[in-house]
């Protein structure tokens, strides 16, 4: 089979929305939990919260049963297409520690600091950057007055893996509401669970400063596993405003930088461009057990002749040969890799997915 440079996101695209599993230290909590509140009034409650402004350390990790990756394999320089594979596999396999900056819906700072190298996404009003110390590049997105933030990146914190996991509740699943203390602070911890055995996941579970409605912690679990899948949580957290400055960034010399521009409301309603083989990926099922169809050729798919070297290697470690492609299973999600390009992708386990593929 050929493999296609364009497939290593494709692996990596189920997880991008929850990069870490909670990983928190002990901590004495000096507060109360809060009077009790149902279900509807903390989803009410996450929802007001979109303009506070607090900053802190965020820890990072997962379990997903994927194999570690050898030194040859995690380290040294992007392949000569200029896409490090290594990297992307790296941030949803390892442990990692971000600090995290928010002054209300329009400016937010991300900073990645650990064996990835430097790492930052910084939004400051229609102004986003993202920039990436190790490869000395940078990506500077202009976005509407009207854009909305999911318009634009956004990096892994406990609000954005929150709002992801609110919004895919649907009638299959189970929401429950209980209180506590976390960090000093009493919160409300709303708990997803599907209502159907056929998927990987067995919960998801946000933790939500009473006082604020900050999301200090977000995880998915895996069905059948003991510890936390994937998830992001706060190990310190500051409710006070952060200084302008934070959110203020200049490329350091040296930086090659690539513009771009966000498209308004008001464009996307007008245009209807279309580029030739670019098609909507399509969404079959619903719910817990949906699964995502990305055609051959088309968006994630599109690549060059094939993956040589070190990126070929590393997607014979993480994939298996099956009939008629090649097999990523986690305990969280499941990918296959059809010979002829085509990307099938959902939290079900892998006969689900090639029955799907047929």
Known sequence: MTFRRGWIPAIVAPVAVVVAALAVPAIADAASPPPAKTAAQVLT????????????????????????????????????????????????????????????????????LDTLGERDLIRNGTSVWTYD???????????????????TPQAATPATVADRLIASITPTTKVSVSTGTFLGHGVYTLTLEPKTSDT????????????????????????GQSMPAVGVAFNKVDFSTPGADVFAFTPPQGTTVRDMTAPSHETKGTHTEHKPGAQKPSVIGSGWTSIVEVAGGTGVTTGVSGLTGSDARLLNELTKQVNGGRMLQTSLFTVFLR????????????????????
């Open 133 to 151: 110390a190790k490869a000395h590049t940078a990506t500077h997105v202009t976005a509407s007055a009207d854009a909305t933030t999911g318009e």
């Open 339 to 358: 010979d002829d390009g085509t990307v099938f992708a959902g939290a079900v386990p892998s006969a689900t997915l090639l029955a799907a593929a047929k």
């Open 45 to 112: 409650l996450i929802a007001g919260s979109h303009d506070a402004h607090y900053s802190g350390t965020v820890v990072q990790s997962s379990d997903l049963g994927l194999p570690q990756l050898p030194t040859s394999m995690s380290s040294g320089a992007p392949s000569s297409s200029g896409f490090d594979a290594a990297s992307l596999v790296e941030l949803i396999t390892g442990s990692h520690t971000a600090q995290v900056y928010v002054d209300g819906s329009s400016k937010q700072r991300v900073q990645l």
């Open 200 to 223: 990987l996941v067995g919960s998801a579970v946000i933790t939500v400063d009473a006082a604020t409605g900050v999301p200090l912690s977000a995880q998915l679990d895996a069905r």
